[in-house]
C-alpha cells in the first residue's frame, strides 16, 4: 500500500470545504478549514474536494456543483442521490444531488493568512506570503510562483493527488530561508538486548503493495496483507477522489516474500509486531518513530484494520492487516537522504541480507514473489461491477477473486502470523 499523512492532522472545524482524506490517509470526505484551495486559483471551485455551496462556479466544465445536503455542495461529474460509500462513517448521510444554480463568481480574496496566529497550517493553504508552517515538521515548498503548501516532504514534477485540472509540475523550491544544514548526532547507546540475536521465531509469509509499474527497492514503506491491500485498492485508488483514473498511478498489487524476526525487547513485551508507523516519501511521520526504533530496534510494524492508528473503524474488510518496513535512514524523505550518507550510518534500519537475526538493524528482509494487474481482477466482469458494493460478503468476494488468482499462478500463500501488536503493552495508553 501507500500511505500518506495521519488523519487527525486534517483539521474538521468548518463546513467551507471538503477534502478527501487520502490526505490523511483514508479515501472519503473530511472536513477541512475554511481557509482552502478556493483561495489558491481564484474564483472557481475544484472539483472533489471544497464546498461549492457558496460559489458554484466549478474550475473543471464538464463538472456540476451537487448538493449533499442544505450545507454542503460538491463539483462532481456525477451525482447518484443516497448514501456514498466513499464518505467516511461519521459523514455517510444522503446526497441529495440537487444541482446548486450558478452563482456570481466570489471575489478573489486577500492573501491568505495563517489560521491558526502566526503559522500556516498543511495542505489547503497557500504559504507563499506566510512561510511558517504550524507543523514543525513541515516546510513550505512552492509549486510555481504564485502557489506554495506546508507539506512534510515534495517530490519535484507531477503530484497525482493534485486535481486533473491543475497537474502542472512542482517546482518543490523552498519558500522559507534554507534551514540549517542536517547534523547527524551521535545515536544512544542501544542497549544489550538490541545488539545482540534475539530468541524470536523466525516468521516466513507473504504481503502485498500496491503500486505502479515503476521497480524500485522496497524499504521504508507500508505494506499489507490481501484483505488490507484491497480495502487500500477501494478506498484510495479506484474511488474516484481524487479524481479520474487510478491514485498516483496504481496498475498491479506486488507479492513480496518477507521473512520477519522481533526484537528482544519487542518478545519480553509478549509481542513479534511493533508499531504500525506511517511512511511519506520514505520519511516516518508516527506515530512515535523516535521512541519506537529506540526502545524497540527497527522492527516491522502491524495494525489490525479497525484498530490504532489508522484506520479506527470498521473497513468491512475482515481480517486485514497493514504493516510497516523500516529500512535505513528513516527519519528523511528519500529525496533527502543520498545528502546525507551519515544519516544511513546512525540509523541503519531493520532490512538487512541473509536470515533476520532479530537484532535491533536486522530484522526483516524481502524478495519479490510476483504480481496480480488490476486488470486481472476484471476478467470475469467489468471494473465498475468488480468494486461494486461495500458489505462484508461483497468485500469477501473481492479479496477472494484476487487469492484465487494468485493462487493460480504461485500456489496457495503460506500462513499470516498473528497480528499481535498491542498499543497498551508499550504505551500504556
Request: proline letters at 12%.
Amino acid at each position: 500500500i501507500t500511505q500518506e499523512e495521519p488523519e487527525e492532522l486534517v483539521p474538521k472545524t468548518s463546513k467551507d470545504a471538503y477534502f478527501p482524506t487520502g490526505l490523511a490517509g483514508a479515501g472519503g470526505l473530511a472536513m477541512a478549514n475554511n481557509l482552502t484551495t478556493v483561495q489558491l486559483r481564484g474564483s472557481c471551485i475544484p472539483s472533489y474536494h471544497v464546498n461549492c455551496m457558496r460559489n458554484p462556479n466549478c474550475c473543471d466544465p464538464t463538472t456540476t456543483c451537487y448538493a449533499k445536503d442544505h450545507a454542503v455542495a460538491v463539483c462532481l461529474h456525477s451525482c447518484k442521490p443516497g448514501i456514498h460509500s466513499n464518505d467516511l462513517p461519521q459523514y455517510r448521510t444522503p446526497w441529495t444531488c440537487d444541482v446548486v444554480g450558478k452563482a456570481p463568481p466570489a471575489p478573489s480574496p486577500p492573501a491568505p493568512t495563517a489560521s491558526h496566529g502566526q503559522c500556516t497550517p498543511n495542505y489547503h493553504v497557500n504559504c507563499m506570503h506566510n512561510p511558517i508552517c504550524c507543523d514543525p515538521q513541515s516546510k513550505c515548498y512552492q509549486k510555481d510562483r504564485a502557489v506554495a503548501i506546508c507539506l512534510r516532504s515534495c517530490e519535484p514534477g507531477i503530484h497525482f493527488n493534485d486535481p486533473p485540472q491543475w497537474r502542472t509540475p512542482w517546482s518543490c523550491s523552498l519558500v522559507a530561508p534554507p534551514s540549517a544544514p542536517w547534523t547527524p548526532t551521535p545515536s544512544p547507546k542501544l542497549p544489550e538486548s538490541l545488539l545482540q540475536p534475539s530468541d524470536g521465531p523466525l516468521m516466513e509469509f507473504m504481503m502485498y503493495r500496491a503500486q505502479n509499474d515503476e521497480d524500485y527497492p522496497l524499504e521504508n514503506v507500508n505494506t499489507a496483507n490481501l484483505p488490507g491491500v484491497m480495502w487500500y485498492l477501494q478506498n484510495e485508488v479506484v474511488s474516484g477522489v481524487y479524481g479520474p483514473g487510478n491514485k498516483f498511478g496504481i496498475t498491479r498489487i506486488l507479492r513480496i516474500k518477507v521473512q520477519v524476526r522481533a526484537t528482544q525487547p519487542l518478545l519480553d513485551k509478549g509481542m513479534n509486531f511493533g508499531i504500525r508507523v506511517a511512511f511519506d516519501s520514505g520519511k516516518c511521520t508516527g506515530p512515535d518513530c523516535a521512541m519506537d526504533w529506540k526502545d524497540y530496534g527497527y522492527n516491522v510494524g502491524c495494525n489490525k484494520l479497525g484498530d490504532w492508528p489508522f484506520p479506527t473503524y470498521d473497513t468491512h474488510f475482515e481480517g486485514g492487516i497493514w504493516y510497516s518496513l523500516p529500512g535505513s535512514c528513516p527519519s528523511r524523505s528519500y529525496l533527502h537522504k543520498d545528502s546525507n550518507p551519515a544519516c544511513k550510518i546512525n540509523e541503519p534500519g531493520g532490512k538487512c541480507p541473509g536470515i533476520p537475526t532479530g537484532a535491533g538493524d536486522c530484522t526483516w528482509n524481502y524478495e519479490n514473489a510476483g504480481e496480480l494487474r488490476l486488470t486481472e481482477l476484471y476478467s470475469e466482469s467489468t471494473e465498475k461491477a468488480f468494486w461494486a458494493g461495500d458489505s462484508d460478503p461483497e468485500n469477501r468476494r473481492k479479496v477472494q477473486v484476487a487469492r484465487d488468482l494468485l493462487a493460480a499462478k504461485y500456489g496457495p500463500d503460506p500462513p499470516v502470523p498473528p497480528c499481535d501488536f498491542e498499543k497498551a503493552k508499550i504505551l500504556g495508553r
